[in-house]
């Protein structure tokens, strides 16, 4: 897996991003912002992500737009990340846009290595996935949430739930103890997604520091 690596390799703070090919030069920026906003020595590693709908996805499920299906490779990709998260002396945080943000709400219920998840516009809308985040407990103490406030106008049925499933979900995480934090972002979902995660990074890294 290609891995794009901003910042020392020996900073305190390293973020856990998937990402694919459009993010790559979007990811020095966000590492700026995010690095400005925080005063923080940290490391942003960016895992480039291939076959988005197969290496993000817990579990298969059809497809839901387009006419790509949803594969299982989540677990398969958490593993490679965790490779580089094996030094306990460093705090992790995982996040991400969209299916990445799903991606790292679930790995945050399989491990507790991350200290927190920074999870932008995350696709909750997925299915049978608030299900499992009701049968789960997030093992991170710090989890930011956003959204579009337009990204439930839309005639898709299953998408359409996503403004319901993710403000279930900030209550769930806030009963089960964490520090749970929603956000309004304005516009739909492709709106300045670098500038949301960078925001959603900053926000976790704050209660942190």
């Given at each position: 897996?290609?891995?794009?690596?901003?910042?020392?390799?020996?900073?305190?703070?390293?973020?856990?991003?998937?990402?694919?090919?459009?993010?790559?030069?979007?990811?020095?920026?966000?590492?700026?912002?995010?690095?400005?906003?925080?005063?923080?020595?940290?490391?942003?590693?960016?895992?480039?992500?291939?076959?988005?709908?197969?290496?993000?996805?817990?579990?298969?499920?059809?497809?839901?737009?387009?006419?790509?299906?949803?594969?299982?490779?989540?677990?398969?990709?958490?593993?490679?990340?965790?490779?580089?998260?094996?030094?306990?002396?460093?705090?992790?945080?995982?996040?991400?846009?969209?299916?990445?943000?799903?991606?790292?709400?679930?790995?945050?219920?399989?491990?507790?290595?991350?200290?927190?998840?920074?999870?932008?516009?995350?696709?909750?809308w997925f299915p049978g996935f608030y299900e499992y985040l009701s049968?789960?407990?997030?093992?991170?103490d710090h989890v930011y949430l956003s959204l579009g406030d337009k990204?439930?106008?839309?005639?898709?049925?299953?998408?359409?739930?996503?403004?319901?499933?993710?403000?279930?979900?900030?209550?769930?995480?806030?009963?089960?103890?964490?520090?749970?934090?929603?956000?309004?972002?304005?516009?739909?979902?492709?709106?300045?997604?670098?500038?949301?995660?960078?925001?959603?990074?900053?926000?976790?890294?704050?209660?942190?520091?």
């Open positions: 897996m290609e891995i794009f690596d901003l910042g020392r390799e020996d900073a305190p703070f390293v973020l856990i991003q998937p990402v694919d090919f459009r993010d790559r030069d979007s990811l020095e920026s966000e590492y700026t912002v995010i690095r400005d906003a925080t005063g923080a020595d940290l490391r942003l590693l960016g895992f480039k992500v291939t076959d988005w709908n197969r290496e993000l996805s817990p579990w298969k499920a059809p497809a839901v737009f387009g006419k790509e299906d949803f594969g299982d490779g989540a677990a398969e990709t958490l593993d490679e990340i965790l490779r580089f998260c094996e030094d306990r002396n460093k705090t992790y945080i995982i996040g991400g846009y969209s299916l990445a943000g799903l991606f790292s709400l679930w790995a945050a219920c399989r491990t507790d290595i991350f200290k927190g998840v920074a999870a932008a516009s995350p696709s909750v049968e789960q407990r997030l093992q991170s990204e439930a106008k839309t005639r898709n049925p299953v998408m359409a739930k996503v403004e319901e499933r993710i403000l279930g979900a900030n209550r769930l995480f806030s009963e089960q103890g964490a520090d749970s934090f929603f956000e309004w972002n304005e516009g739909n979902h492709f709106k300045d997604p670098d500038l949301r995660t960078a925001k959603a990074f900053t926000w976790v890294m704050r209660r942190i520091i």
